[in-house]
């Protein structure tokens, strides 16, 4: 289900275990696999050396299902190479083979490929036929993946002959067939489920805004994002511990509803791809983001912004211009910026999450400098806000709540100015959240939360834990002591401080506070987001480190968390959202969190917190608090890489 580092690990165990007992066969299937994993990630070369090899084993042992399998493989090699006669002939073999033995999934296989071929060699009619006579072995024989995949193909036939009735028709089909696939699967298998099938819900918004439906790609742009997320919400609300339990997605009605029921104007983003013609090749690139506006009176307008030109004019992307503009003028951290294709040919942009990084950018993030020009910031205003610009509140307190997607998770929304200089905060109160749904489930988790005591556990600069090889200490924080310090003067309670801050200690306590706050080291792992920690003092009987996945298991009755520490915001970005701290500490029951973006300086972030806990306890529910907090801490700290990183995810009041 899209995790190829994993599978590749697997495939490599059983190679060697079946060369060294002698399996020739179990060696040629480990080969092939090895193949389809390097072929994902688009390392073709490696990919074909492997199959061929895997073919060659298979003819010599007269195994024809496994001659049949390589010979589709590499099909689809050469199929995403572009190579469309090598694709065929490979694809004619893999199926005369299939058709022999009396393989029917193999026939369907070969001909829903075969299909895909001629539609790429524009021969519409023929690959209709193929892939017609695909669908109906697929759904004579009960097989939903293979039915998913020919029905996605043929929503994308006929986009193209610009059939939009009958490509909707297909493509709600095949998302019918992938959600019945979803009860049962862990949390885990849900997101990776979704990954591989993505551009199937992104194709259909694109043909419904072309029919001109845009309330119905709003209700596929909704039931297209944080499922796995919604569902985890859902068992924590009505306290069943289910696989099976399934949520059904908000349609038209339930949208208006949430955002009347949290009086604030939603703005959703949708990123659309496309394929485009770039340098002789068919290339999936950027083409629109698709904006929604639902105010708290219950109107939806609908708008969008064009990508197409940051590709075609400026050699960039989205997730490019949101990774530099984070970097704001760190050069460490853009010369460490990597830029990557997604399997579904989208990008995403990655900074080195070593030990030797974060400590070098940390150190150049201490340096004093004038406030920079960020190009980076207006050009995003221009691309996320100007769009929607009149639609949006007049009065600065009223909430707008936006609900990103993929790299737009990264994006500080209060830092993005308009052609003024003006700040996005100094017009508007911020807050994000994964999905609307979310919404929902988030304020009826606040609404049904238990009667608790008065309990308030801060924590600031615990006795740091250990990391990397050999092992070392990670860097004591003396801004967070003294963060930890005033925030609990102001609430009236003990900080735990250094050693008393043992991982064992604020679990226990968390389980019974009221509000948490925990001013220390976090890191993120955008691999495995649920490897995402924070730090707290270690023991014999625990390593200090309090990772997303130990936070998922626990059963929390906060009203508020408060991460104060670096990137705790960030995870593994996914289509269910960001997978890391923030979603796990919503799954264990909190409805309000508030996280960092990137690497937070001391001094600017102690200020910022504790105006934010003082307009808190002076009335402001938190979204306000924290815009005035942001404000407060403009003035002394002008450069938004000092103000901006905190976001909050979830519940306002």
């Given at each position: 289900?899209?995790?190829?580092?994993?599978?590749?690990?697997?495939?490599?165990?059983?190679?060697?275990?079946?060369?060294?007992?002698?399996?020739?066969?179990?060696?040629?299937?480990?080969?092939?696999?090895?193949?389809?994993?390097?072929?994902?990630?688009?390392?073709?070369?490696?990919?074909?050396?492997?199959?061929?090899?895997?073919?060659?084993?298979?003819?010599?042992?007269?195994?024809?299902?496994?001659?049949?399998?390589?010979?589709?493989?590499?099909?689809?090699?050469?199929?995403?190479?572009?190579?469309?006669?090598?694709?065929?002939?490979?694809?004619?073999?893999?199926?005369?083979?299939?058709?022999?033995?009396?393989?029917?999934?193999?026939?369907?296989?070969?001909?829903?490929?075969?299909?895909?071929?001629?539609?790429?060699?524009?021969?519409?009619?023929?690959?209709?036929?193929?892939?017609?006579?695909?669908?109906?072995?697929?759904?004579?024989?009960?097989?939903?993946?293979?039915?998913?995949?020919?029905?996605?193909?043929?929503?994308?036939?006929?986009?193209?002959?610009?059939?939009?009735?009958?490509?909707?028709?297909?493509?709600?089909?095949?998302?019918?067939?992938?959600?019945?696939?979803?009860?049962?699967?862990?949390?885990?298998q849900k997101i990776s489920l979704f990954e591989k099938h993505v551009?199937?819900?992104?194709?259909?918004?694109?043909?419904?805004?072309?029919?001109?439906?845009?309330?119905?790609?709003?209700?596929?742009?909704?039931?297209?994002?944080?499922?796995?997320?919604?569902?985890?919400?859902?068992?924590?609300?009505?306290?069943?511990?289910?696989?099976?339990?399934?949520?059904?997605?908000?349609?038209?009605?339930?949208?208006?509803?949430?955002?009347?029921?949290?009086?604030?104007?939603?703005?959703?983003?949708?990123?659309?791809?496309?394929?485009?013609?770039?340098?002789?090749?068919?290339?999936?690139?950027?083409?629109?983001?698709?904006?929604?506006?639902?105010?708290?009176?219950?109107?939806?307008?609908?708008?969008?912004?064009n990508l197409k030109f940051l590709w075609q004019e400026e050699n960039?992307?989205?997730?490019?211009?949101?990774?530099?503009?984070?970097?704001?003028?760190?050069?460490?951290?853009?010369?460490?910026?990597?830029?990557?294709?997604?399997?579904?040919?989208?990008?995403?942009?990655?900074?080195?999450?070593?030990?030797?990084?974060?400590?070098?950018?940390?150190?150049?993030?201490?340096?004093?400098?004038?406030?920079?020009?960020?190009?980076?910031?207006?050009?995003?205003?221009?691309?996320?806000?100007?769009?929607?610009?009149?639609?949006?509140?007049?009065?600065?307190?009223?909430?707008?709540?936006?609900?990103?997607?993929?790299?737009?998770?990264?994006?500080?929304?209060?830092?993005?100015?308009?052609?003024?200089?003006?700040?996005?905060?100094?017009?508007?109160?911020?807050?994000?959240?994964?999905?609307?749904?979310?919404?929902?489930?988030?304020?009826?988790?606040?609404?049904?939360?238990?009667?608790?005591?008065?309990?308030?556990?801060?924590?600031?600069?615990?006795?740091?834990?250990?990391?990397?090889?050999?092992?070392?200490?990670?860097?004591?924080?003396?801004?967070?002591?003294?963060?930890?310090?005033?925030?609990?003067?102001?609430?009236?309670?003990?900080?735990?401080?250094?050693?008393?801050?043992?991982?064992?200690?604020?679990?226990?306590?968390?389980?019974?506070?009221?509000?948490?706050?925990?001013?220390?080291?976090?890191?993120?792992?955008?691999?495995?987001?649920?490897?995402?920690?924070?730090?707290?003092?270690?023991?014999?009987?625990?390593?200090?480190?309090?990772?997303?996945?130990?936070?998922?298991?626990?059963?929390?009755?906060?009203?508020?968390?408060?991460?104060?520490?670096?990137?705790?915001?960030?995870?593994?970005?996914?289509?269910?959202?960001?997978?890391?701290?923030?979603?796990?500490?919503?799954?264990?029951?909190?409805?309000?969190v508030l996280v960092s973006l990137w690497k937070v300086d001391d001094?600017?972030?102690?200020?910022?917190?504790?105006?934010?806990?003082?307009?808190?306890?002076?009335?402001?529910?938190?979204?306000?608090?924290?815009?005035?907090?942001?404000?407060?801490?403009?003035?002394?700290?002008?450069?938004?890489?000092?103000?901006?990183?905190?976001?909050?995810?979830?519940?306002?009041?």
């Amino acid at each position: 289900m899209g995790q190829y580092i994993y599978a590749k690990q697997y495939y490599e165990q059983s190679l060697r275990l079946h060369q060294k007992i002698g399996s020739r066969r179990g060696e040629g299937y480990a080969l092939n696999n090895l193949g389809v994993v390097y072929d994902k990630i688009q390392e073709y070369g490696t990919a074909q050396n492997f199959y061929e090899k895997s073919l060659l084993i298979f003819q010599e042992i007269g195994d024809r299902a496994g001659e049949s399998i390589a010979l589709n493989n590499l099909g689809a090699l050469h199929n995403n190479r572009q190579e469309y006669p090598e694709a065929e002939y490979y694809y004619e073999r893999s199926l005369a083979i299939a058709q022999e033995i009396g393989d029917r999934a193999g026939q369907g296989i070969a001909l829903n490929n075969l299909g895909l071929v001629y539609q790429n060699l524009t021969n519409y009619d023929i690959a209709q036929e193929a892939y017609q006579e695909s669908l109906g072995i697929f759904q004579k024989i009960g097989d939903k993946i293979g039915a998913i995949n020919t029905l996605y193909n043929l929503g994308r036939l006929y986009d193209k002959k610009q059939n939009y009735n009958q490509a909707s028709k297909y493509l709600f089909e095949a998302i019918q067939f992938i959600e019945e696939l979803r009860p049962g699967l862990s949390d885990e298998q849900k997101i990776s489920l979704f990954e591989k099938h993505v551009k199937t819900y992104e194709i259909l918004q694109k043909v419904l805004v072309l029919k001109n439906r845009t309330d119905a790609a709003l209700e596929v742009a909704e039931r297209g994002r944080a499922r796995a997320f919604v569902e985890l919400l859902a068992q924590q609300v009505t306290n069943i511990e289910d696989r099976d339990l399934t949520v059904t997605p908000v349609d038209l009605i339930k949208i208006k509803e949430i955002a009347v029921e949290q009086n604030a104007t939603i703005v959703q983003y949708s990123q659309i791809y496309d394929e485009f013609f770039v340098k002789n090749l068919n290339k999936w690139r950027e083409s629109e983001l698709y904006i929604w506006v639902i105010k708290p009176t219950g109107e939806i307008v609908f708008r969008r912004s064009n990508l197409k030109f940051l590709w075609q004019e400026e050699n960039s992307f989205l997730a490019q211009l949101i990774a530099e503009g984070r970097c704001f003028n760190n050069y460490v951290c853009r010369r460490h910026i990597r830029v990557a294709q997604t399997g579904y040919g989208g990008t995403e942009v990655r900074s080195d999450g070593t030990i030797d990084f974060n400590q070098e950018a940390t150190q150049q993030q201490r340096v004093t400098i004038a406030q920079p020009q960020q190009r980076e910031w207006e050009q995003l205003h221009q691309l996320l806000i100007e769009p929607i610009s009149d639609l949006l509140p007049t009065d600065p307190e009223e909430r707008v709540i936006f609900v990103p997607q993929a790299s737009l998770f990264l994006v500080p929304f209060p830092a993005l100015q308009d052609a003024n200089g003006t700040y996005l905060i100094e017009k508007h109160t911020v807050l994000t959240a994964p999905s609307i749904q979310v919404l929902d489930l988030t304020r009826q988790q606040k609404l049904a939360q238990r009667e608790r005591k008065d309990n308030l556990l801060i924590v600031g600069n615990p006795t740091m834990p250990s990391v990397g090889q050999p092992p070392q200490p990670l860097s004591p924080l003396p801004g967070a002591e003294e963060e930890a310090q005033e925030i609990a003067q102001l609430l009236k309670v003990t900080p735990l401080i250094g050693s008393q801050a043992t991982e064992s200690v604020v679990v226990e306590q968390m389980l019974s506070s009221r509000i948490i706050h925990l001013a220390t080291h976090g890191s993120f792992d955008p691999n495995r987001g649920i490897g995402s920690w924070i730090a707290l003092t270690p023991t014999s009987s625990d390593d200090g480190f309090l990772k997303a996945e130990e936070i998922f298991e626990l059963d929390l009755n906060a009203e508020l968390v408060v991460l104060s520490a670096c990137d705790t915001g960030r995870g593994k970005i996914t289509g269910d959202g960001v997978v890391g701290l923030s979603r796990s500490l919503i799954s264990a029951g909190v409805p309000s969190v508030l996280v960092s973006l990137w690497k937070v300086d001391d001094a600017a972030t102690a200020y910022l917190m504790r105006e934010f806990y003082k307009n808190w306890l002076d009335g402001s529910d938190k979204a306000q608090a924290l815009r005035q907090a942001m404000l407060l801490t403009m003035q002394q700290y002008p450069n938004p890489q000092n103000w901006a990183a905190f976001t909050l995810i979830g519940e306002a009041q």
